[in-house]
């Protein structure tokens, strides 16, 4: 495992806005190893979004560099796939073929017809969507949709998979399926995967790390929590395991404690 995948040093992020300056990130240091699973977690405004927009080249930051495999981060690349929690699926297309488009944009130079679409089965076979193939995103349910945007994603073969709350507007019963489907998908790939989540579960189930970000403006990194829980992980298993407990009361602990007594000494 490489130690150093994607570096992020000294980072800051400032917009402008109409009341002048905003400063959304500083002072951000992290370091993601290959095929590491890292949860980006603090409450709403704190920069999560920001920071993973910074990783996936669709902004630049303000100060600082961003490295993905040694080189510079200075715009979006093929080796950077990003989920988000609008599926994003163009309507008049089939699952198959909005998963097709990314294959044919990434691999056409190099690969024919027959090469690409065995490319984009593949992807939807990894989510088991292989029977929907065929239908119209208005023809599935959004469980559904989200896992043709990971096959998506996933069908580009990304050095690093962003998921910006991927499973943040299902129903719990769909984010459980896609949850346990997404940590088996990751263990067949060894993608490396940042995800933003507002969820203390799924960043527990789900992490490898959890980044715990202070509140905004001028939002960093407060704490990061190595979860230490074998893997496979089965979520029943892991419901009444003391290790799982532990890590579960630490980010709540930091989200609503560590953070309010933050708040209240600033005022």
């Not at 029943?236 to 395991?241: K, P, R, S, V």
Request: proline share 4%; aromatic share 6%; net charge neutral.
């Amino acid at each position: 495992m490489m130690e150093k995948f994607v570096q992020i040093e000294n980072v800051g992020q400032t917009f402008d806005t109409k009341k002048g300056k905003f400063v959304a990130l500083r002072d951000i240091d992290l370091t993601l190893k290959q095929g590491e699973f890292v949860a980006l977690i603090g409450h709403s405004g704190c920069g999560k979004s920001t920071l993973l927009n910074l990783i996936a080249g669709l902004t630049k930051p303000t100060s600082g560099v961003l490295l993905c495999d040694g080189r510079e981060i200075a715009g979006p690349g093929p080796e950077r796939a990003v989920v988000f929690q609008n599926h994003s699926l163009l309507p008049w297309l089939t699952c198959f073929e909005n998963i097709y488009l990314a294959v044919e944009r990434v691999f056409s130079q190099k690969e024919g017809k027959p090469k690409l679409k065995a490319r984009t089965q593949a992807a939807i076979e990894l989510v088991a969507l292989g029977h929907a193939a065929h239908k119209y995103p208005h023809e599935i349910s959004g469980g559904m949709k989200q896992r043709v945007g990971i096959a998506r994603a996933l069908s580009m073969e990304p050095k690093v998979l962003l998921m910006d709350e991927p499973f943040g507007a299902l129903d719990a019963l769909t984010r459980a399926r896609l949850q346990d489907e997404l940590m088996k998908i990751c263990e067949k790939t060894q993608a490396t995967v940042v995800m933003v989540t507002h969820d203390v579960d799924e960043a527990v189930l789900l992490s490898d790390r959890i980044v715990m970000m202070t509140n905004g403006p001028a939002a960093t990194i407060g704490e990061i929590l190595e979860v230490n829980l074998p893997r496979p992980r089965a979520r029943l298993e892991l419901a009444h395991d003391s290790a799982y407990i532990d890590c579960r009361a630490a980010v709540l602990e930091f989200l609503y404690e560590k953070q309010a007594h933050v708040e209240k000494q600033a005022a």
